[in-house]
Structures are given as C-alpha cells and as structure tokens.
C-alpha cells in the first residue's frame, strides 16, 4: 500500500455514478473520481471520501467484459483509509471498476483509459550547435498523437519562450552562443486522438547550455556581471556623498568662521612706500632734521583710515626728542 497526498483541484475528473431505473440516485453518486494513466504503464483512481469518513472501501477491476473482477492490488492510503488504487497497464484499452462498501456496490464504471493519459517526461536531452541555432532531441515515447515542447530562457529573461514539434526534435533559432541557456522539456497528447481530459508530462531536468557545452548552472556565469555593476554603483554613490560632505563642510566653516580681510588691499598707499612697515624709523627723522636745521617734530604723511590710528611718542634722537610713529 501507499501513503500519498491526494490534493483535489478543479481539474480533477468528476465522475459521478449512474441513476437507476426509478430515477433515483446511486449512493456512489456522491465520489468525485480522479484517473490518471502515467504513459500505459500505471492507472491511478482516486476517489474524495469526505462524505463517508471512516470508512474503508473495496476497489474491484477487469480489463475484459468476460474476465472475472479482482481486487485492488496496491491501495493508495489517505488519513488511515483507502482513497485510491494503482493498477498496471500494458496497453490502452478499456477498464471496468467497481467501488464498493463491503458487498454494496457504490459506483459502477467503465472508461477508456487513453482519455485520462499523462505521457512520460522526456529525458537524456540532446544539443546540436550551428551558429545561432540548436535542435533539440531526445527519444521518443512508443505512441503517436504527441506534441513535444521544448522551453529555453536566459537569467535575464522573466518568461520561458515555447518551441513545439510532433517529433522530439526540436529546432530552436536566434539565439547568441555567448549566452547562457536553460533548457526544459515535456510531452502533451493531442487532443484530437486523446481528448480533453489528458495532462501534459512533468517537466524534464532544467540543462545548461553555454557555447555549445553543458553547463552545471548559468547562475555563476551572470555573478561577476552583477557584482561589478553593484561595486560600480556603491562606488559611485560613496564619492557623491563624501563630495557632498565636503562642499556642506565648506560651507559651514564659511559661515562660522567669516575670513579676515587682507589689509594690503584696504591700504594701498601704505604697503607701496612703507612695505607694511607702519613704524617711522626714528634715524630716518633725525637725518631729515639735521637738514632743515629746524628743529621739529615730523609727523609722515600717513593716509586716514577708518578703524586705524597711529600713535606718537618721544624718542631720543641725538640728545634730542623727536616724534615716532607706531603701526596701527
């Protein structure tokens, strides 16, 4: 027996027993059904038990109207209870069933197994190269009626793009041999030969293909790319900010720390004759008045400034005094 999990969606296949003569419905009517044939290798009905809980069903089948009925040999377990049966299958054909509680037939049924066909995925990929183009091949299933799709995409791409054949071989155009691709697989019947009912197979194994050559994953070869862009924005945005930082610093020690006028501009006459000295030099004041023979205090001819003043004091000058004149 088999423990599986059973989820029931709305593509499952209801099928919901026959009313009898009088017009009434069969207690079995109430079992929605599931059946799915895995590739003409195993058939697996499962029923939704919900409205008899706790109670364990016997499933019966033949594949001939002239066989006898036989028990279930492998149930699927649900809870503690049988909710379903896989039977193996060689071939397509018809199956008659019974479910039953106890001796009490519930539900009735004969179906076509091929309706309820899920193919088998494909596997063992093959690639051929030319230029910018690749086919795609693999080994093909033992029956006709199939579609074969084969979906390819780039880590850059948010989307896998389809290419479909009858044949698994599968001819992909406009791709760039530089890039890395993913590369995936599945079988769907057609509906024209199966029906509506059918399910398209697992997806294959995602493969790698890069230059021709396979590939463990194409995520490694799309890391240096992004890293370098990622570095090259930190970097970046790490010199705008510092940049910023200096310009903001610049302006705040501007504001709190005003610069002091050069004087050299505000006193032209004094730095052109004096050479910033402000100081009358005291011999300088002697030599002219030994001159002039006059005795007098000489005051230089200094320009007015507002906020400047200059100061006079006595100095000897050959045992004479005389005025000298101080920097502002």
Not at 45 to 53: E, F, K, L, M, P
Not at 150 to 177: M, P, R, Y
Not at 185 to 210: C, I
């Amino acid at each position: 027996m088999r423990h599986v999990f059973l989820p029931w969606a709305a593509a499952a296949v209801l099928l919901l027993g026959r009313a009898n003569a009088s017009g009434k419905t069969k207690p079995g009517s109430a079992l929605q059904l599931q059946v799915i044939n895995f590739n003409f290798e195993t058939v697996q009905v499962t029923w939704n038990s919900s409205a008899y809980a706790g109670i364990n069903f016997t499933f019966i089948y033949k594949f001939h109207t002239k066989e006898e009925y036989r028990p279930c040999p492998d149930y699927i377990l649900q809870h503690g209870y049988r909710a379903g049966c896989l039977l193996e299958v060689q071939r397509d054909g018809p199956l008659y069933f019974s479910i039953r509680n106890g001796t009490e037939p519930l539900l009735t049924k004969d179906l076509a197994i091929s309706t309820y066909l899920k193919p088998r995925s494909p596997g063992a990929l093959n690639f051929q190269w030319r230029e910018e183009a690749v086919t795609v091949t693999c080994s093909s299933l033992g029956y006709n009626d199939l579609q074969y799709e084969i979906q390819h995409k780039t880590v850059f791409d948010a989307e896998w793009q389809s290419t479909e054949a009858e044949t698994c071989n599968v001819t992909i155009d406009g791709l760039d041999t530089e890039k890395c691709y993913f590369f995936r697989a599945r079988v769907k019947a057609l509906e024209f030969a199966y029906g509506s009912e059918t399910y398209p197979s697992d997806w294959s194994e995602v493969t790698y293909q890069q230059r021709g050559e396979l590939r463990d994953s194409c995520w490694e070869n799309s890391l240096f790319p992004k890293f370098i862009l990622i570095a090259g924005m930190v970097s970046f945005l790490t010199v705008f900010l510092l940049l910023l930082s200096l310009w903001k610093l610049h302006r705040i020690k501007k504001v709190l720390m005003p610069s002091v006028p050069d004087p050299k501009f505000s006193f032209l006459g004094l730095f052109e004759s004096h050479q910033g000295n402000f100081q009358v030099s005291s011999i300088s004041l002697c030599k002219l008045q030994r001159d002039s023979a006059i005795h007098v205090s000489i005051l230089p001819q200094l320009p007015s400034h507002p906020g400047c003043h200059v100061t006079l004091s006595r100095v000897p000058c050959a045992g004479q005094q005389v005025l000298a004149g101080s920097p502002c």
